[in-house]
């Protein structure tokens, strides 16, 4: 296990200007925000990140310019993921990785692999990488599942560390944590299951609503690995209203049409994505309205 990969971990969102350029003065915000509120590390161009969309030149800027602001010395997790293998490799040896603790790789989307086909795709990864590879298994994203008998499997392998589950299977989720090795980490990827996951052995939560309420969220998480599920609950069930907002329309526009609403962000995503509906942001500004920061 990573040691100060537990707890909270941000899915930072990529602001955006009117124009569509990055918005690297509400980024560094952002990365204040959530440093200074408790998240323990953050994680740099996840699926949150609209990353499908970033040049390989903004994609480096940005990871630069999160080391350079990082003024917490937080953990740092960076996306490196896709569905064509070898060119999934190519980046990751064009990527400076100076800093970075742990690599996240979203699960091969599109081209629907066989269970097989996952394993030597993470394999290959795995193999390649001068630093630990975390999974992230998201199917809704993906349309394909990767079974807790692939990630048991993977879990084998002495440079893959974790999985970000985000199945919302938690039956599967018991069986991978009963099947890897006992420092192996299960993160969830669904925050309204992470409270229920850590139950059960998770290490924690790689968020979308840390973004918007980075100390709530990291003292629910923070309750729960204490044991004190009675707590971390209260706080959870208070995101119960705004979290399904928050995917709508597709992640991360509700993020975003919240971030706004706090004051954090410009409400801009890029195409094919489009902002918020009028329905879905004042449906959002309701739900912000009851939750103190």
Do not use: W
């Not at 064009?94 to 603790?101: P, R």
């Not at 993470?122 to 079974?147: C, E, F, H, K, W």
């Not at 993977?154 to 985000?166: D, F, Q, T």
């Amino acid at each position: 296990m990573l040691a100060d990969i537990r707890g909270t971990g941000v899915a930072l969102v990529t602001p955006f200007k009117g124009d569509g350029s990055v918005d690297f003065n509400s980024l560094k915000n952002l990365i204040k925000h959530v440093s200074d509120n408790g998240c323990e590390y953050l994680v740099v161009l996840g699926t949150t990140g609209e990353t499908a969309t970033l040049s390989k030149n903004e994609k480096k800027e940005i990871l630069e310019f999160v080391k350079a602001n990082n003024s917490k010395n937080l953990p740092i997790v960076y996306g490196i993921g896709g569905n064509n293998t070898a060119e999934t490799i190519e980046e990751l040896k064009a990527t400076n990785l100076d800093g970075i603790k742990a690599i996240l790789s979203v699960s091969p989307y599109y081209n629907k692999p066989s269970q097989e086909g996952l394993f030597r795709h993470y394999t290959a990864l795995a193999d390649a990488s001068p630093i630990p590879v975390i999974l992230y298994n998201v199917p809704s994203r993906t349309g394909m599942n990767m079974q807790a008998k692939t990630v048991i499997r993977l879990s084998a392998h002495n440079n893959i560390v974790g999985v970000k589950e985000a199945s919302g299977d938690l039956v599967q989720c018991m069986e991978i944590q009963a099947g890897t090795p006992e420092d192996f980490m299960l993160i969830a990827g669904d925050d309204l299951l992470a409270v229920p996951m850590i139950s059960i052995g998770g290490i924690g939560s790689i968020a979308v609503l840390a973004n918007l309420y980075p100390s709530k969220f990291s003292e629910m998480i923070r309750l729960a690995l204490k044991g004190n599920f009675k707590s971390s609950t209260d706080l959870l069930l208070q995101f119960t209203g705004i979290n399904p907002l928050l995917y709508a329309e597709g992640n991360p526009v509700g993020a975003k049409a919240a971030l706004a609403i706090l004051g954090l962000t410009e409400n801009n995503v890029r195409l094919p994505l489009a902002p918020s509906s009028a329905e879905l942001y004042e449906a959002i500004k309701t739900e912000v309205s009851k939750i103190k920061a």
